[in-house]
């Protein structure tokens, strides 16, 4: 079965500060990798997605990600963050093979002051 | 374009009563999901239906069932709530292809005494 972990529950950051986000997933087929936010009192939207190619994928808002296969790893980056990127951002896994079902990380909580 | 609906948003609950959160899509997406969202566990999937006509377990679905009632519609019961079922419950949907985006609709929060 296949799982994602996220290493941060939290982190604070200043405005302008850079933020990148870790997540790991295990898995040892094909997969496509997510980052999914969530506003505060808003349901989630998704930021980015890999599924093949150029293992760095833009997203939206200024975010990117790398997918780096031997690391099994799709770490999330923003070069300098607003206050309005205050959210929680999920990293989320599908494995070809299992079909249309994601599996979600725990979770991170991002809180950029002013 | 709505997107996702769920209702209702909000629910209070004693133990042991029953009710039903209802999820509808109007983007003729084949798959439907039922996630729930608990602090630091992230989203856990309860059931899925991949097409219209089938439903299956994920990772947590004891306590809960689901009907697929046609293709835009997929609720979810409870029979016997409890209190840890106190969740915010996110109704998803995607397209069956390969990409297995997911689309949400705003969640609903339920509270179990």
């Known amino acids: 079965a296949q799982s994602v972990s996220q290493h941060n529950h939290h982190v604070i950051l200043s405005e302008a500060a850079s933020l990148e986000l870790g997540c790991n997933y295990s898995?040892?087929?094909?997969?496509?990798l997510f980052w999914y936010v969530q506003y505060p009192g808003q349901h989630l939207q998704l930021l980015l997605k890999?599924?093949?190619?150029?293992?760095l994928v833009k997203g939206i808002k200024g975010f990117e990600a790398e997918f780096i296969k031997s690391k099994f790893s799709f770490n999330l980056r923003k070069p300098s963050v607003q206050w309005s990127d205050t959210a929680e951002y999920f990293c989320a896994v599908n494995a070809r093979a299992a079909g249309n079902k994601l599996t979600f990380g725990g979770g991170t909580r991002v809180l950029v002051k002013p | 374009n709505a997107g996702v609906t769920q209702t209702p948003k909000f629910q209070v609950l004693k133990t042991g009563q029953s009710m039903t959160l209802q999820c509808a899509q109007d983007m003729n997406h084949n798959s439907m999901y039922w996630y729930r969202q608990d602090p630091g566990m992230g989203l856990r999937l309860i059931y899925y239906?991949?097409?219209?006509?089938?439903?299956d377990k994920g990772e947590v679905p004891n306590g809960y069932n689901v009907s697929r009632l046609n293709k835009r519609e997929f609720s979810l019961r409870l029979e016997s709530a409890a209190p840890s079922q106190t969740s915010v419950y996110f109704c998803a949907s995607s397209e069956w292809d390969r990409s297995g985006e997911l689309f949400f609709g705003e969640g609903s929060r339920l509270t179990v005494l």
């Open positions: 898995y040892g087929g094909t997969v496509n």
């Open positions: 890999y599924f093949s190619g150029d293992p």
């Open positions: 239906s991949a097409s219209e006509g089938t439903t």
